[in-house]
């Protein structure tokens, strides 16, 4: 009489298991290295509304050569969470676009109410610092809400 | 003496089995709700200060002028005519301008208390139709 299933049926002895033990350490390992090489930049929170733009492109620079000013809608002016004086942007852009290695990208951060006249002075300070590549940022506009307008 | 020796039942082991699903579980957590703030926005150079004012043929450029209501008027070079046009139309306009005449600038003057959109919008179309000479004026009458 043959065997059931011709003797084929020697089991393996290798474990069928995977080894469970080591996953939480990895888990928080990756946590806790993402936690570590997170940085955050602080800014206080601007309740701004930026223009919208069809053509809005994603910046390619990387971040530390990206200055950031805000235009608030009473013609504020913030550079890095300072408020600066309009009068005073130029010298205070002036060392940073040094410091930086003439790569200095200014984001121009303006309320979309804004009047121009602010805008207007803030790139004349910056060309007065030489600072001339610059963005002004919007928000990506689709061709649906374009039609309303 | 053999009283005190009674071995506890419970357990003394941290259960560690779940471990894993926890440390994961917060790893996704953290992933799906960190936004990246972008850098994005619509560039342009400005012209540097030491740059010599250069003149420049009135036939070479096409004045935009924003106004306060955010309407824009085209005037070109020497002809005071204006032509009231909207958003919609820049595009078309400027493409047509560049095809005719590649050293074209596009001029746009705002209204010193026009909002900072009707400039953007203009600046949108404009970028939109590859308009590579752009100058931002303040529109001073």
Do not use: C
């Amino acid at each position: 009489m043959a065997k059931k299933g011709g003797g084929f049926e020697r089991k393996s002895k290798a474990a069928s298991e995977i080894p469970t033990a080591s996953m939480a350490d990895i888990a928080f390992l990756l946590l806790i290295f993402f936690m570590v090489s997170t940085t955050f930049r602080r800014e206080q929170p601007r309740h701004l509304a930026f223009p919208t733009a069809e053509k809005t492109q994603k910046m390619d620079e990387k971040r530390k050569n990206i200055l950031h000013l805000w235009i608030e809608p009473n013609g504020d002016v913030y550079i890095n969470d300072a408020r600066v004086p309009m009068e005073q942007v130029g010298e205070v852009v002036l060392p940073l676009y040094r410091a930086s290695e003439r790569a200095l990208l200014v984001s121009i951060r303006g309320d979309r109410d804004v009047p121009y006249r602010f805008v207007n002075s803030v790139t004349e300070e910056l060309r007065s610092a030489n600072a001339v590549r610059v963005f002004f940022h919007t928000d990506l506009e689709s061709r649906l809400t374009r039609a309303r307008r | 003496m053999a009283l005190l020796k009674r071995k506890s039942k419970v357990s003394d082991e941290i259960p560690t089995a779940s471990m894993a699903d926890i440390a994961f579980l917060l790893l996704i957590f953290f992933l799906t709700t960190t936004v990246f703030e972008e850098e994005k926005g619509l560039p342009i150079v400005l012209p540097e200060a030491s740059a010599m004012e250069q003149a420049v043929s009135q036939s070479n450029i096409i004045h935009f002028l924003v106004q306060v209501d955010g309407a824009v008027v085209i005037r070109r070079g020497e002809s005071q005519a204006e032509q009231v046009v909207s958003y919609s139309e820049i595009e078309g306009i400027m493409r047509q301008e560049i095809a005719n005449n590649p050293r074209i600038i596009a001029a746009v003057k705002t209204d010193p208390n026009s909002p900072y959109r009707h400039m953007i919008n203009v600046l949108d179309e404009l970028q939109k139709a590859n308009a590579e000479r752009v100058s931002l004026q303040l529109w001073e009458r």
